[in-house]
DNA sequence: TTTTTTTTAGAACATATATTCTTTACAGGT
DNA sequence: ACCTGTAAAGAATATATGTTCTAAAAAAAA
């Protein structure tokens, strides 16, 4: 019978997502990848096909393994602490290498209509989850009645991806976790 | 005599950057920098000497050229006013195309330190710009006295990010417009 | 007009890179 | 222990791509 295979798909992937961070998709040479992943050529054409449909598969597997575990406090419902718990781990996640996804669009956006869904959808899912964590917190009384949580959202959104920019610029993770406390500080009701 | 140069630098360098925004910088094949810029191989390596430092001119002229006109509103100091010019002028120069610099930094951060600098003296310019117009709107009345400045102008900063990726995904610029003014109507004091 | 000097256009080159192919090694059933 | 079929390693291939070179053209001065 035949020998069966010894690379663990989920690992590879994961191997993948820093080889793409350090380099970018169109830097990262599949050279380095096949080096640095527990593979071999024929496996990874046998497998994916081909470089392009691999990203895809990295970048499913970025949202679905890494991603979410930290989004998964914005999507625990406690109020201003799952956001507070999220900032806290997502700076933890990007410091000094940055986010896939954003990397992604920024690189292959205007010319990937797959990588321009997948980043769409990713978007999409943080401000939903936001507002969830928003509508919470002013049912708890964290925040003001008369908040505007879904421009509040857009906020938050757009802080999350201007830390995944500065990360790969801030060696320093102090910067960002100050960053942290200065932007979400002002939320709550008892600053008002 | 000899014969005179054709092409306008300038020009080049603007046309140049379509195309880096549109496939990045390893995505960006000569062939087509050539074709779309009023530009010659050799006279292309006789100038720059080579595809990377011709990043580097197109990134400084980017930034000398394109971006100083949107950031120009922050330095003419009108408080408020000043910041809303800059977002509105801001969303209409990255709708459908984002950023450079972001796209820069994103692509090539990890590997190229010259991008790094660049990108870090970019931002810091922002920051700086936004307290000079915080300051001034403090001062004019504009916005609460007990604003916390510093970190208002990093929640700014984070924004402007946050659009150069929105508007990669987002074809429609309506959408970035809402988005500016749910955005900057909390800062007015009189909406505390 | 002729000469001179440099630009243009694009062919040529060398390297890099994604993909395929070949060979060797190995796990597992008989 | 011996096949057998698949995986692993990496050589080979074809193409892509950054850079250099060549020959023709074109502008300016004499």
Redesign the interface.
């Known amino acids: 019978m035949p020998r069966k295979a010894q690379y663990n798909l989920d690992a590879i992937l994961s191997q993948a997502i820093d080889v793409f ?7 990262a040479i599949m050279d380095e990848i096949i080096a640095r992943t527990e593979f071999n050529r024929r496996g990874f054409y046998l497998e994916f096909g081909s470089k392009q449909t691999f990203l895809y598969m990295v970048l499913e597997h970025y949202q679905n393994h890494h991603l979410s575990k930290v989004i998964k406090h914005l999507e625990s419902n406690q109020g201003l602490e799952s956001i507070n718990q999220f900032f806290n781990q997502y700076v933890e996640h990007v410091k000094g ?2 986010c896939l996804l ?2 992604s ?7 990937d209509q797959k990588v ?1 869904e997948i ?2 959808h990713y ?1 999409d899912r943080l401000q939903i989850d936001f507002i969830g964590c928003l509508e919470k917190a002013m049912s708890l009384g964290q925040i003001h009645t008369n908040t ?1 949580i ?2 509040t959202a ?2 938050l ?10 990360a ?2 801030a060696g320093e993770t102090d910067e960002l976790q100050l ?1 942290t406390q ?2 979400l ?2 939320l709550q009701s008892n600053n ?1």
């Open positions: 961070l350090e380099h970018g998709y169109h830097g290498k940055g954003i990397n669009i920024t690189e292959l956006g205007f010319d321009r980043g769409r978007l505007n879904e421009s857009l906020q959104t757009s802080y999350v991806q201007g830390f995944a920019v500065n790969v610029l960053a200065a932007l500080g002002p008002h």
